[in-house]
């Protein structure tokens, strides 16, 4: 009986990888092992030891699946985001570095801020809202979901990394829910934001995705309109919008923002040079009422 080493499975793992055109075959190959082994990759592998029948055929498995084009997210069951590590799996859209562009953009504008009110919508693993809510000084952090396997996540999460952000299972453009929830002076969301024509061509792995996370509608902004419309008045005065949007985007999503009566618009790149963020403000309009004023001037 021939016996493998937890080196000779990754050297194996990596060729298969390579011949079907994975381009970080390596990589991947020690965070698989690292799965069925039942270690952490980002761990200490100890080359020399040996397999034993099950942990080979476990890697058997998740090859497969890898090889299928499964997201290698989905396969061990996590992934970082922000230096933390959320649980993710089929159901939950997979947290991407470019949303971490939200971070920075949120603790530029609000880092100085204390007590702050924060409302994640279209939450999905919670790994904006649980993020924010280690981040900075919040006093309430809300996470919106509406679909019960990401809910599930999110909970996990929550429960994970002891965050006291709060689930809500809702809808986002449910204005009652929106209601339900105290003003924030911070609302922020990566809603689905992929067109009709580009959900028809997704990368194979993004087709593992939920497509409730990425559908957009037709043109890819109905949840812009719709997050807008519902939530622009449930920004205490001062508080900030701030949204994730896809590559090309954000005239069209900064024109929504500037209709609804927000301020200051303004966009921010992610670290690939993508316009990733935008944002405005809800200023409340001072001395409106003019007349009032000087009525009671006498
Ligand atoms: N960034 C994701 C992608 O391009 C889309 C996520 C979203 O629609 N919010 O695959």
């Known amino acids: 009986m021939v016996n493998y080493t937890y080196n000779d499975i990754i050297m194996s793992l990596t060729e298969k990888l390579t011949e079907q055109g994975f381009s970080n075959a390596t990589w991947e190959a020690r965070e698989l092992a690292g799965c069925a082994l039942g270690i952490n990759a980002r761990g200490r592998i100890d080359g020399k030891k040996e397999a034993t029948p099950e942990q080979i055929k476990s890697c058997a498995l998740l090859l497969a699946r890898r090889l299928s084009h499964e997201p290698l997210q989905y396969i061990i069951g ?6 933390r590590t959320f649980d993710v799996g089929p159901g939950v859209l997979i947290p991407r570095s470019d949303t971490e562009t939200l971070i920075d953009a949120a603790k530029k504008l609000c880092g100085d801020r204390k007590g702050l009110k924060v409302i994640d919508l279209c939450a999905g693993s919670g790994c904006i ?3 924010l809510e280690k981040e900075l000084d919040t006093a309430e952090v809300y996470c919106v979901e509406k679909y019960d396997t990401a809910m599930d996540f999110l909970k996990r999460n929550i429960g994970q990394l002891e965050s006291g952000v709060k689930a809500v299972s809702a809808d986002v453009l449910d204005r009652a829910a929106a209601e339900g929830l105290p ?5 922020v969301s990566n809603p689905p934001y992929i067109n009709a024509e580009d959900m028809g061509r997704l990368q ?6 939920p497509k409730e996370a990425l559908d957009g509608g037709e043109d890819g902004f109905d949840f812009y309109r719709g997050i807008v419309r519902v939530w622009a008045d449930r920004l205490e005065p001062d508080g900030i919008m701030l949204f994730e949007i896809g590559a090309g985007q954000e005239d069209e999503v900064m024109e929504i923002m500037i209709q609804a009566g927000l301020k200051d618009v303004r966009v921010r790149r992610d670290m690939a040079g993508i316009n990733r963020a935008v944002m405005g403000k809800r200023i409340e309009q001072g001395n409106v009422n003019l007349y009032e004023q000087l009525e009671k001037r006498g």
């Not at 003003?183 to 609302?187: E, G, M, W």
């Open 204 to 209: 194979k792995e993004v087709t593992f995705e």
């Open 183 to 187: 003003k924030a002076d911070l609302i």
């Open 129 to 131: 809202g649980i993020t």
């Open 78 to 83: 996590e992934w970082d985001f922000y230096g």
